[in-house]
């Protein structure tokens, strides 16, 4: 087994509530993400999944424990962790092409590669007839299919996703998640991705780490054993598969023990 | 002739209906012609005093007589006063409302100062603004730099800050340093609002040079209004609010096209 891609060991953060009192948002919070793995945050609203992943990305700073990535501590926000949002966060005044290439223009890699690189996500991304339209005129997957592009042509070393298909309706969704997956392939991208959705954890990742709440921890680190080893490209093949019913019932145990008790009772 | 859409007969008054563009434009024309057909006719009836209400055809006469004589000067010094007070206006409020935006360190340095500034109505400064400056050009651009300058750096802060927190991250974690960020996003964001705040505000100048006009001025159309006055020419001074008015939506929809222009991203899917 090689090393971790991405190691996260005991991290912690506290908000202040007044001068006196802190609460933990999260919490002694440790787990690995192996190179080339897809791996989800799964849990209840509140268990701090976010707010890991914007720690990892360095848009906010632990309380405690440390993120290491490569085998280096991470600092400041940076190339090697990119991030896609759950909002849009395409340049509108930047055409699509332009858009993909802005990090690697800020990045001051040269034109003729930028634009070599940029063509290909384009084109992995199925958005070469837009190459040339500026984002108000796309639709939403189209905005996120962006988001994605421009993060990769950037070359990051692990891809960070914040419900990145949180906004989209459910046809757009599944799509977004087969493409998720095969790019993941393809480009041989390791990716940490934020969700609240069962279903969507199951068929992308390779791995799941469940968080429960107060404080967010990792209650489960979950490898789905039942898709055998292998990544499958279309929703349907994995929701046939064996094991999977019994996966999505047992994470659905999780889900109420870990969550928000005071409305089930 | 249009063609039955359906079977119901389109009410003028329905709740939630959009109107055609053509209809909203005639009901917009429709209400002007009505305002002056009143007057016109109020004046040939004798219900108002024609010295102190000349007729809308009078004003328009006087008008392009002015127009024929020195008024042309007036118009252009009022012209000027208002372009190059504005130029200054922007020079000083775009960078530093951009600069409170971005940074809540220069925000809170500067915000508490320009905030009381715009409590203080400019036209009380007119009185120290003359001693300070004399009877020139200066006491004049003085005010409408001031009337102007803090509304535009709060408008200009406000909608830098409301420059969305993931555009800014998004940069972020794409490896951008803070003068990237600065001018690669935040700039090129909030570009579009500073020119509505400039068209705003713009509006507000016009206000500012009547009122210095009228005080402190034997120039600009302001200036002649009240020259008017002491003859009771009422014509010429309703000819002079007409001037303003129509150079006021003049330079709004030079904004407006300036807009359109600059900013071809902004315009949705058709």
Known sequence: MSAAKLALRRLGKQFALNRQETVAAVAEVSFEVMENEICTLLGP???GKSTVLRMVAGLERPSGGDIALDGR???RPDRDRGMVFQAYTSFDWLTVRENVEYGMRINRV???ERRERAAHFIELMHLTKFRDAYPRQLSGGMKQRVAIARTLANGPSILLMDEPFGALDAETRWHMQELLVTIAEETRTTVLMVTHDIEEAIFVSDRIIFMSRQPGTVAADIIPAFKQGRRWRRKEEVI???????LERQIMRLMRQHGHRDESE | ???PSNNRRERWFEFLRPISA???WILGVAIWVLFFA???LGVAAGAVTELLVPSPHKVLMTLIGMLAGDFPADI?????RILLSFLGACLLAVPLGILMGSFRTAEAFFNPFVSAWRYLPAPSFIPILLMWLGTGEGPKLALLFIGVVFFLITLIMDHTKDVRREIVETAMTLGANRRQILWTVIVPAVLPDVLVAMRQMLAVSWTYLVIAEIVASTTGIGAMMMRARRFLHTDEIMAGIVVIGVLGIVFDMLFRLGHHLAFPYLRERR
């Open chain 1, 45 to 47: 609203s509140g268990c």
């Open chain 1, 73 to 75: 501590a991470i600092g």
């Open chain 1, 110 to 112: 040269p034109a003729g």
């Open chain 1, 240 to 246: 046939e598969l064996p094991g999977y019913g019994e």
């Open chain 2, 1 to 3: 002739m249009t063609p």
């Open chain 2, 22 to 24: 053509r209809r909203a």
């Open chain 2, 38 to 40: 009143f007057w016109e």
């Open chain 2, 76 to 80: 252009a010094i009022s012209i000027y």
